[in-house]
């Protein structure tokens, strides 16, 4: 408890060096998430993964700065909306399949459009387009159950009720 | 051989589901179930002596070197298999988790056979 | 008109993850929700409607067969998608005017579409793996939906049947693994085909007692089914018509189904099997409902042995074309259809009888507060419509000419004299005589009596609570039609039976499209 009396701006958390050193780390391992989930059709990883790997950028921030800031950040309804917006997308690449190459999920752009050259980034049709939308939805799904789950006090007394739930 | 072992992880997170009183350790027994079937479903493909199955540019070059690859890479349909089974599984630890806490909040308790309000 | 077969799974899904959206949007928000979602509901049944006695095979994505996965509609697979399509549409406009006593409606609409979503995608699918993955879709759905209320009772009842459903499908999952390993292929009639000219090894019967195991869980047969009485009566009542009504017949019975006759192809033993857990389901569910004093657990336990009843018309079927073997006679084949037929007409029917009755309970229970038998009393009086498609319900359970539960009934023990299992034939009469005393024991209890003073308020439901309601009381009446009248029966009924008693001609069928 006297540590986090110590901070400098009040805020609940932990100690300034590891405050400063997992912002910078933060915003590297976002981008090494984004780079997992463009390049999905290369290597190893694609959307599911990439997706991990963002809200676990978040996780980092909510640990280190605690929580009421991570929700100035990116709070509850935006990520909500995010999180249908990515999946509103997937169905959305499946039904231009259906509606421009004939059956859902037809890979539309490869086959009439774009193919690209193989191994490029641009190539294999919509792949990488649904690793975007996948991505975008895992990493708002991952980051709103880790959220929830942590609005949880560590000392309640049980029967009591706990502010901010419905 | 090793089969007998994924299925011997198998029985050990069942036993665990099954015999324990704390809600958190009948979790953690489902989940031990799932990474051996998750396990089981990876050893199938594999071929001995493969390799990886991603494609790179020398497997392109040429016709020969393809026939090669498909010859030697490991089987990749259980892997994306195993993929959509690991987020199924990953979704459900959250679903049950949350439920625990939940409970925990209005019974007081973590141990399941004091939380028998429905009987009969 | 020939919609295309992604359309049953892709509408309720691509409107479920729409509808969170509304959730932070105000009283107008909800009711913008709740219109979408009805709207759904009733388009699907539309398109049920319309895609009857069609037999069509979609490849998703244009793959070919043993590369993608595939889609399929035959007979049995629409009967059952107008099966959910009917209870899915009365519980959805059930549910407008009912969640309002819960906060986060738009939530529990896009789980209940989720629901939906999955319950089509097991029905429709041609892959083994993608009935894994849509199973899994629906089950969790379910687990979320049955503690909607966050209180005592439902956290506990979730709990236990989130345990007892994960374990289940793990089991699932275990035997897809097995026969992945053992056949090479995941299609399923790729898997028959494998099966028919390698025959079955020890790996693959392991596969198939663990598909039994796995699917008997979720269908709640006899030493299976721990979960139900606890998770039915905690969960809302909209919810409790959907899982007894179609989710425990959609992920249970037609899984177990279409894998036991079409993929492995139905042996003596297997036969035997169905047939035992059938009558030990039906005895079990009828002894253990009578005793009950809560309203909702004397209907879980009552489903528990009506689907006893589908479990042993369809094993009898089976054991019957099993026991003939390859040289089947046209008597015997006629027999195995009848006891099919009885099986799947019985599934229909109770999916529409059951589902009224637990909305019925919804109902006194919003009027009077108190699922305890002991405490109700009288309210005939007070609650006219309701007492009426109780009654109806009640009585076509029970099997009094003419509602449909009598035929279906009629038809099983028909089959049973037929084929000379005279004490199964038996048995069946003396469980429909249990199954009579605990229907009077409620409509005693429940609405004829006195009426207490803590009663005195109590007013009858809303409109579209009693829309959904006379709906499914008009469908208990005139569903006895569908086996009397021989150009239905032709159409929607025979088709489902002809797909079981074909057996592993479904993979020829398919192979050859």
Redesign the interface.
């Known amino acids: 408890m006297a540590e986090k009396e110590k901070n400098s701006n009040g805020v609940k958390g932990m100690t300034v060096i590891v405050k400063t050193i997992s912002s910078w780390v933060k915003v590297l391992i976002f981008l090494f998430g984004i780079y997992i989930i463009l390049f999905g059709h290369l290597t190893p990883g694609g959307g599911f993964a990439g997706g991990v790997i963002v809200a676990g950028s978040y996780v980092l921030l909510m640990l280190a700065f605690g929580r009421e800031f991570v929700e100035e950040n990116l709070s509850l309804?935006v990520a909500?909306?995010l999180?249908?917006l990515g999946?509103?997308l997937f169905?959305l690449i499946?039904?231009l399949?259906?509606a421009l190459?004939?059956?859902?999920?037809?890979?539309f752009l490869y086959q009439k459009y774009l193919p690209g050259e193989a191994l490029n980034l641009i190539s294999a049709g919509t792949i990488p387009l649904s690793n975007i939308a996948i991505g975008l939805k895992v990493a708002a799904s991952l980051f709103l159950v880790i959220f929830t789950l942590s609005i949880c006090c560590k000392d309640f007394k049980p029967g009591t009720p706990v502010n901010g739930k419905? | 051989m090793l089969y007998a072992l994924c299925f011997l992880l198998?029985m050990i997170g069942?036993y665990c589901?099954v015999v324990k009183k704390n809600?958190v350790k009948?979790?953690i027994g489902?989940m031990v179930?799932?990474y051996a079937?998750n396990l089981?479903?990876i050893m199938?493909g594999y071929r001995a002596g493969g390799e990886a199955p991603i494609i790179d540019k020398g497997h392109l070059e040429s016709a020969n070197e393809f026939a090669k690859f498909v010859s030697s890479s490991v089987d990749p349909?259980?892997q994306a298999?195993v993929l959509?089974?690991i987020v199924?599984s990953l979704?459900?630890l959250a679903?049950?988790i949350s439920?625990?806490i939940?409970?925990y909040e209005?019974?007081g308790t973590f141990d399941i056979t004091e939380?028998?309000?429905?009987k009969? | 008109m020939s919609i295309?077969l992604?359309v049953f799974i892709?509408v309720p899904?691509?409107t479920a993850?729409?509808l969170?959206?509304f959730?932070?949007l105000g009283r107008k928000g909800k009711a913008v929700a709740t219109v979408l979602a009805n709207l759904v509901t009733v388009s699907l049944l539309v398109m049920a409607v319309a895609s009857i006695g069609q037999f069509r095979v979609?490849?998703?994505?244009?793959w070919p067969i043993p590369l993608g996965i595939n889609l399929v509609l035959d007979g049995l697979s629409s009967l059952l998608l107008l099966a959910i399509s009917v209870v899915s549409a009365a519980a959805m406009l059930f549910s407008a005017r009912y969640m309002e006593q819960y906060?986060?409606k738009a939530k529990f609409l896009c789980l209940f579409l989720l629901m939906v979503a999955g319950m089509n995608g097991v029905v429709l699918s041609g892959d083994i793996?993608n009935l894994f993955?849509f199973l899994?879709i629906a089950s969790?759905a379910s687990?979320?939906l049955v503690?909607f209320g966050?209180?005592?009772?439902e956290?506990?009842?979730?709990?236990k049947y989130?345990?007892l459903g994960?374990?289940g499908?793990?089991f699932i999952?275990?035997a897809v693994?097995l026969v992945?390993?053992n056949t090479g292929s995941?299609n399923m009639a790729y898997i028959s085909k494998a099966i028919q000219s390698s025959g079955l090894n020890a790996g693959l019967s392991f596969a198939m007692a663990l598909f039994v195991v796995g699917f008997g869980l979720k269908a709640a047969l006899v030493p299976f089914h721990a979960w139900l009485?606890?998770a039915h009566?905690?969960a809302p009542a909209p919810i409790s018509a959907m899982l007894s009504g179609i989710l425990i017949k959609t992920l249970g019975i037609y899984a177990l189904a279409r894998v036991v006759f079409n993929v492995f192809g139905v042996s003596v033993s297997m036969g035997w099997l169905l047939v035992a857990l059938g009558l030990l389901s039906m005895v079990a569910g009828a002894f253990l409902a009578i005793g009950?004093?809560?309203f909702k657990?004397l209907l879980a336990y009552s489903s528990i042995s009506q689907i006893g009843y589908v479990v042993l018309g369809i094993g009898l079927g089976g054991l019957i074309i099993a026991r003939a073997g390859n040289s089947i006679t046209a008597k015997e084949l006629a027999w195995a259809s009848l006891a099919i037929l009885g099986g799947l007409f019985h599934l229909v029917n109770h999916a529409v009888y059951k589902s009224l009755l637990f909305l019925t309970s919804g109902s006194v229970q919003m009027s009077t507060g108190t699922r305890q038998l002991k405490q109700m009393g009288g309210l005939a009086e007070k609650l006219p419509f309701t007492r009426a498609t109780c009654t109806v319900a009640s009585a076509s359970i029970v099997g009094i000419p003419p509602f449909s539960g009598f035929w279906s009934k009629l038809i099983l023990v028909i089959a049973a004299i037929q084929a000379h299992f005279y004490w199964v034939a038996a048995i069946i009469v003396f469980v429909s005589l249990c199954t009579l005393i605990m229907y009077l024991k409620v409509q005693r209890y429940v609405f004829l009596g006195e009426l207490p003073e803590n009663l005195q308020q109590s007013k009858e439901a809303k409109n579209s609570m009693l829309v959904a309601m006379i709906f499914l009381a008009c469908l208990c009446v005139l569903m006895g039609l569908l086996v009397l009248v021989p150009s239905l029966r032709s159409h929607i009924l025979n088709p489902a039976v002809k797909v079981l008693t074909d057996g592993l001609e479904y993979s020829t069928k398919i192979i050859n499209m």
Request: with cysteine.
């Open positions: 309804p909500s909306r999180d249908c999946a509103f169905a499946a039904i399949g259906l190459g004939g059956s859902f999920f037809v890979n419905e | 198998f069942l589901a809600m009948i979790v489902i179930m799932e079937v089981f479903l199938l349909l259980p298999l959509t089974a199924i979704g459900s679903l049950m439920i625990c939940r409970t209005k019974y939380i028998r309000r429905l009969g | 295309p992604p892709a899904l691509v993850f729409l969170p959206v959730s932070g979609y490849e998703v994505g244009k906060t986060a793996f993955v899994e969790l687990y979320a503690g966050c209180e005592h009772e956290l506990e009842a979730s709990f989130m345990v994960s374990i499908s793990i999952l275990f693994a992945y390993g995941l009485p606890d009566p905690s009950q004093g809560d657990r």
